[in-house]
């Protein structure tokens, strides 16, 4: 059924959420040909030995180990690599050598400064000068630069709500900036596919657990995309807690006003800072009156919304996201999208349900 | 984008969790234009009032509360009602005298015998003549007669999961069809969306309860189609228990069989009674081993499986659906499919999410 | 088996979660004998028609209607009031004056300043005498004043997270108190036993929704007491959110150092200043980290801990409780308990159960 | 605070959930004192580093790799053994030879037919001399053989459901024992601590998933009980599923009527079989209307409860449990107590939580 003119793809690191979720939207991509996938684990098995969903899709492909040639010779024009941190980072720069575009979704060419890595992530970047060409794939502040991008480093979930949540008011130099805390409550596939202590069912189902809460690394995307819409450093803290759903991801984002504002400029400045993004829906005013991830799980869309708290100075920007879509897959395949000059929601259009 | 030639349809009862899932389904179906939603509790409201996923879509589209003219002045080709049992049987009635394909999904129409709606619903049915003309919308079992089909009694969710679980070893003739048991196991949508004390979540959650286990309605359908499979009466007992998921239901069906058997005649039983079937998929063999609805929620497949203990001669078959949509309204917009001659699996072509 | 000495207690909306809590800890209780229970709706059942649980339990007793006179003439000692906010005003002042000790769990007597009731629930206080006379029943931070109180008020649940989060921070100075943000978490039984849209099961599970974020009204309680505890006005913002689980309750409670501090002090100063407090449990430097409500559920424990961000100044301190026992029934009963001169943990000594 | 004359107790395989059960009970247990409690993986740790609700009790107690040597140098009256079936065979007969008591909770000695073993669990039992001395230590149907007992076998959580929902009707000769179908619903605590794939959280919340459904090794010891009451062999076909709930387990267990009854005779021999048992609770005719295992966790109860639809002939017996109390760890306790004389309640006498 599909032609020959179609997009060929790879994904790398296959077998985990956020490659069963490219698998998942990859498939149904009208532009899209899955080439390969790979999974150390699970070389050899059919792709539904391991995402159950896809039973009776994507039928005559199976995982592949992992290997330069082997990736190569299947001539990827893009690779996705949901491999973890640090894991994948030469084998990024090799295929961008190579001439094949990749979207890399892990961290490792999301900081454009290469101290950064030695602070958050402790380990000096091999390549500063490919994190200068990466482009940061938040297609809502990216837009024009990701047209035509041979390198995009996909954003953290975490980063990417916190960011939504509070980007327009940043921009309007609206806050104090020097107090940002960005309260995060996430379900439990953030974590991953690997089992845990921490994500045995009995032990995480009804948790609500501060994770990393002396800074988590986050802030440092979160920090570099805000300070760049303020033309200023701004400060960042970001404390995320474990809380039972399986997929959703909400930034609470608390700062202090600089002057007073009203519901009324401040649903203004959000819309007018998202009107040209399809995958930001603004809540205001209807319910349930603010973003719950729960009315997003399913779909690429960011829920955006606001609370201010007159009496003390306070307002909260909130950001709803399912952190396996518009936090990873779908995210990345929106700003692929726009890299090859293709319709920003291609693949992607097609609301949450609900109840779910 | 879309042209004159789409089928107009209207949806009763719009504002259910069935509802919500037609207006998902039908505004996503590249030949469906939904022309009319109603509710009487939401008229006026725009559409996201109620289903908030579906911010951004529909948006011409307002709840209007029901009217016969008002519908027929919209000039619907079919109407989806998603009315509550008893409430609708006179509207279907009128609409399908004044032309209109009805696709009902309330067990109004489901009963070819009238007397069964006395048994089982405790009241006695108007319009005898039309349950004749109803095709009950399984399409595993009557994908012909839906062809041109005028009036769709779309299957019960509980029904629709334990016939799809037993109809092969029915059809085979391998089982007492005299103490057919199904256990099934639903998740709280099911209940609909008007808040009850039972659905009341503190109380709801974590629930392993038994509902109308001295005799389930849904038995009577399931009996009225395996006995038609069987070419003779067969006895059904249905006891269903909430637990605590959102959305999907198991049917697990207990038998005993009249003679010896093995998993690979089974498989074999199974494989070829669905094999035109392209929303069921047979679990056998590889991981999880069974079908769990966690793995289709999402989609319009049924999962479908088996187990078999020589040692006391009993058999269960299983099928794991979404309720609410191979349950509801998936199945049903695939019925409406087959009934227009569109392909089977326009607008449902796409695989469930995982996890979730 | 009880004998003549025990304390005569009632119970006031005992068909609630909270009046369920109360009158499972003092069935237990080995000096209480509880000798009413009302509940307008429920008047003439016997307590397991609404409380499950209590099947086999308090056999002799059944709800009754409220009626002072009906109560009076049961010669109770002790009445816990677990009416809704409000409507027990003046009920509470009629038994204080009728020389009964009251427990009231609403928040009719929390604050000192009767302007508060205006601002925050939009009515006036019509006793601010009895304000005066009403101790706040927090044990941790009110025990003296405590034993021989006639009148306590106990706290609401997040104001009885936010403060012991918090608390020792406030009076050793170390914060900046006038940018205080309680992150709220709860689970669903905070709202009570009457279902609504919004605690319907499939709209509630997954849920990760803020709720009332422009501010709530246990911040007036919160900065009351850490008001009273830093000797000067303090600022709180408190924003809860709903998330998944029934029980449990867990405040993040951000704030920024005015010096640099560090774990070994932190960890001084919360265990100083909760070195008499048999219900606060220290979390530090062993699994799980950090507090989290999923390890109190089923006592009367707060888990308190802390951690902080050296790089931006910014501390969290985190309290984890039962909401509807260390955030109501059992924090009524320690009050209780001091207040009579029993032992502090009188039928309350028992740990959490885990998992759950 | 306790005395000399208390019964010194070990609790072997101390760090898994059954484990942390018996600590938690007999650390509050009037005439219990734990002096031993082992562990591996944790030997060394304090109790509260595995067992986080357990922080501030068994003060003085670590774990400990097991040693015979040294557990009888701890000189117990009982060691409770929570070892993974099979791993403790020997160390159960070699306490038991050395004149200690032993309450075994795995499955070593449930069964009286040493074959039993090698059919069901695949390996020959080393003392068959010693299954005849041990006693199944359910109360409910050896609570005289109970007393003085010196081997106790604890049973299976499914089997411990199983049993207690049709006891009375296979007593009383009302089914035909050769068709019993039990269909148990299980909370994702029954599968032990130990993290798996499938225990994973993002994989197991939500599931409704058979297991072992080719026939589950708890049948043995429900058929063993239930032929025992009914003086001649019952099969017995038992099929678990795990649902979404930490703890909890119902049976529904499927049975035909060999005569016509209804619901008062079936409430007088339910009734009456369980005259005597204070730990089993008769739900019907009041809400929730039949047993659901969220009424009775975190309790010792097991709440009984049935459904007749006589149109076909099918009886339905239904037993809530909580799979850690009731199904394991209290039940051992209830049995111990019997053992020894003392109040069968004692340390157990508690009702469950609500909500939960």
């Known amino acids: 059924m599909r032609g020959k003119c179609m997009v060929r793809v790879a994904v790398l690191g296959a077998s985990g959420y956020t490659g069963?979720?490219?698998?998942?939207?990859?498939?149904l991509h009208p532009e899209a040909e899955v080439v390969a996938a790979t999974s150390r684990e699970y070389a050899g098995?059919?792709?539904?030995?391991?995402?159950?969903?896809?039973?009776?899709?994507?039928r005559g492909l199976r995982f592949t180990a992992f290997n330069l040639d082997d990736i190569l010779r299947r001539d990827p024009d893009t690779v996705f690599s949901a491999l973890p941190h640090g894991v994948g980072v030469e084998t990024t720069r090799q295929l961008y050598e190579a001439g094949v575009q990749v979207v890399d979704l892990s961290a490792d060419y999301r900081l454009k400064d290469p101290e950064a890595y030695v602070r958050w992530y402790g380990w000096e970047h091999p390549y500063p000068d490919l994190l200068e060409k990466a482009i940061y794939g938040l297609p809502e502040l990216h837009r024009e630069e990701l047209a035509g991008a041979r390198l995009i480093a996909s954003p953290g979930c975490n980063a990417t709500a916190a960011i939504l949540s509070i980007a327009p008011l940043v921009k309007e130099e609206l806050i104090d900036t020097s107090r940002i805390l960005v309260d995060v409550k996430v379900g439990s596939s953030e974590g991953g596919s690997k089992p845990t202590?921490?994500?045995?069912?009995?032990?995480?189902?009804?948790?609500?657990?501060?994770?990393?809460?002396?800074?988590?690394?986050?802030?440092?995307?979160?920090?570099?995309?805000l300070s760049r819409l303020a033309g200023k450093p701004v400060k960042v803290s970001l404390v995320p807690h474990a809380v039972s759903s399986i997929r959703g991801a909400l930034a609470s984002t608390h700062a202090w006003v600089l002057r007073e504002t009203g519901s009324q400029e401040l649903l203004r400045i959000y819309t007018s800072f998202y009107k040209d993004s399809k995958f930001v829906r603004i809540v205001y005013g209807t319910p349930p009156g603010y973003p719950d991830p729960k009315y997003v799980v399913g779909s690429n869309y960011a829920d955006v919304g606001f609370a201010y708290e007159d009496r003390v100075g306070r307002l909260t920007g909130f950001a709803a996201i399912d952190n396996l879509i518009r936090g990873a897959a779908g995210q990345a395949v929106q700003a692929w999208n726009i890299s090859r000059g293709m319709r920003?929601?291609?693949?992607?259009?097609?609301?949450?349900l609900k109840p779910l």
């Open 344 to 352: 920003e929601e291609l693949g992607l259009d097609y609301p949450p």
């Open 197 to 225: 202590r921490g994500s045995h069912h009995p032990e995480r189902e009804n948790a609500i657990r501060p994770y990393e809460p002396h800074g988590h690394r986050h802030a440092a995307e979160a920090e570099q995309e």
């Open 45 to 58: 098995k059919p792709i539904h030995f391991v995402h159950f969903n896809l039973r009776g899709w994507l």
């Open 20 to 27: 069963g979720e490219l698998l998942r939207i990859l498939a």
